[in-house]
Nanobody
Framework: EVQLVESGGGLVQPGGSLRLSCAASGFIFRDYLMYWVRQAPGKGLEWVSYITTLNDRRYADSVKGRFTISRDNAKNTLYLQMNDLKTEDTAVYYC????????RGQGTQVTVSS
C-alpha cells in the first residue's frame, strides 16, 4: 500500500524559503515517477513539479526558477526546495504518484504572508 507523509510546511514571509519532505513507504520508491501537487484555498489540485526515475525534472511555469524537486532513493524521500515564495504559493502541498494527486498523503500547509 502506497503511503506518503509530507512535512516541512509552515508560515513564511514573501521572499522566504521552505523545504518540503515526503517520506514514502509501501512501494518501490526508486521505480516511480514522483509528483508534487498543491491545492490553494477554494481551488482544485494543481501540478507543481515531477521527477522521473532518471532524475529528469519538470516544473509548472508558475514555480519555474524558484522551486527545485529532488529525491533520495536510499532514504525513500522526495523533496521540494521552495525559494522566493509568493503569496500565491499558499496552499496545501502533497506528494503523489500521479499528476492528479493519486496516492497523496495528508499534505503539509504552506502559508506565505507578511
Amino acid at each position: 500500500e502506497v503511503q506518503l507523509v509530507e512535512s516541512g510546511g509552515g508560515l513564511v514571509q514573501p521572499g522566504g524559503s521552505l523545504r518540503l519532505s515526503c517520506a514514502a513507504s509501501g512501494f518501490i520508491f526508486r521505480d516511480y515517477l514522483m509528483y508534487w501537487v498543491r491545492q490553494a484555498p477554494g481551488k482544485g489540485l494543481e501540478w507543481v513539479s515531477y521527477i522521473t526515475t532518471l532524475n529528469d525534472r519538470r516544473y509548472a511555469d508558475s514555480v519555474k526558477g524558484r522551486f527545485t524537486i529532488s529525491r533520495d532513493n536510499a532514504k525513500n524521500t522526495l523533496y521540494l526546495q521552495m525559494n522566493d515564495l509568493k503569496t500565491e504559493d499558499t496552499a496545501v502541498y502533497y506528494c503523489a504518484t500521479g499528476s492528479d494527486g493519486t496516492g497523496r498523503g495528508q499534505g503539509t500547509q504552506v502559508t506565505v504572508s507578511s
